[in-house]
Nanobody
Framework: QLQLVESGGGLVQPGGSLRLSCAASGFTLDYYAIGWFRQAPGKEREGVSCMTYTDGSTYYADSVKGRFTISRDNAKNTVYLQMNSLKPEDTAVYYC??????????????????????WGQGTQVTVSS
C-alpha cells in the first residue's frame, strides 16, 4: 500500500524556519515526481514546490521562491521542504503528493493536482507572533 506521511509542521514566528518531511512507504520515491501543496482556510489547494524524477528539475511558486527549498533523500525514501523567512501568509496545511514520473516529466506540470496519485494526510504550519 502506497503511503506518504508528512511531519515537521508547527507554530513558528514570522521570519522563522521549518523543515517539512514526507516519508514514503510501500513504494520507492525514485520513480516519482514529488510535489508539496498547501491549503489555507477558505482557499484552494495550491502547488508550492515540486521535484521531478526524469530530469531532476524543480518548481517553486512565485510566492515562495528564494525562501523554500525542496530536496530528496532516496536512501531514506524521504522528501523535504525547507522553509525559511516564513510569513503569516504561509500559514496552511501542507501536503506532499507523489505522481508517477511519466505523468510529470518536467516541472511545467507540477501544479496539476489531478496528476498526483498518492497524498499524505497533511501537516499544519502556522506562522504567527
Amino acid at each position: 500500500q502506497l503511503q506518504l506521511v508528512e511531519s515537521g509542521g508547527g507554530l513558528v514566528q514570522p521570519g522563522g524556519s521549518l523543515r517539512l518531511s514526507c516519508a514514503a512507504s510501500g513504494f520507492t520515491l525514485d520513480y516519482y515526481a514529488i510535489g508539496w501543496f498547501r491549503q489555507a482556510p477558505g482557499k484552494e489547494r495550491e502547488g508550492v514546490s515540486c521535484m521531478t524524477y526524469t530530469d531532476g528539475s524543480t518548481y517553486y511558486a512565485d510566492s515562495v521562491k528564494g525562501r523554500f527549498t525542496i530536496s530528496r533523500d532516496n536512501a531514506k525514501n524521504t522528501v523535504y521542504l525547507q522553509m525559511n523567512s516564513l510569513k503569516p501568509e504561509d500559514t496552511a496545511v501542507y501536503y506532499c503528493a507523489a505522481a508517477p514520473r511519466i505523468f510529470i516529466p518536467d516541472s511545467s506540470r507540477c501544479t496539476i493536482r489531478t496528476l498526483y496519485t498518492s497524498w499524505g494526510q497533511g501537516t499544519q504550519v502556522t506562522v504567527s507572533s
